[in-house]
């Protein structure tokens, strides 16, 4: 099975490390494994273990990078389906219940007329 990795142009794809490579490898060697324990759920899989799972992308992405050890990150039985993942910075409102939800200002004018601004 290919490399997700194989798919982004070159330059991009030499900037990938190779212990992330190894680690697609090994998780792709192992998947069925998981296809019945825990499919549809987000894993973290470095040095042939899973090091974070969950339900939230980004909640298995950041622990599976605290381990420091270039984690292949998938959704089991998802993996080749195209999934994006964004970093930006604004402020939050950690009081939301489940995970912060971004804090926007907004405007809004007589003729119903909504602007959102940054």
């Known amino acids: 099975m290919r490399s997700l990795a194989d798919a982004l142009p070159p330059e991009i794809a030499q900037q990938i490390d ?64 195209p999934v994006r993942m964004r970093r930006a910075g604004f402020s939050h409102d950690d009081t939301c219940s489940g995970e912060p939800l971004p804090v926007l200002a907004r405007e809004f004018r007589p003729t119903g007329e909504i602007i959102v601004n940054p």
Do not use: K, M
């Open 18 to 81: 190779p212990e992330w490579r190894r680690n697609e490898a090994a998780y792709r060697a192992v998947r069925d494994q998981f296809l019945g324990q825990c499919q549809g759920e987000w894993i973290g899989f470095a040095d042939d273990a899973v090091v974070a799972s969950g339900h939230s992308p980004v909640a298995v992405f950041h622990a599976a990078e605290t381990t420091g050890r270039s984690p292949f990150v998938t959704c089991v039985g998802r993996e080749d389906e």
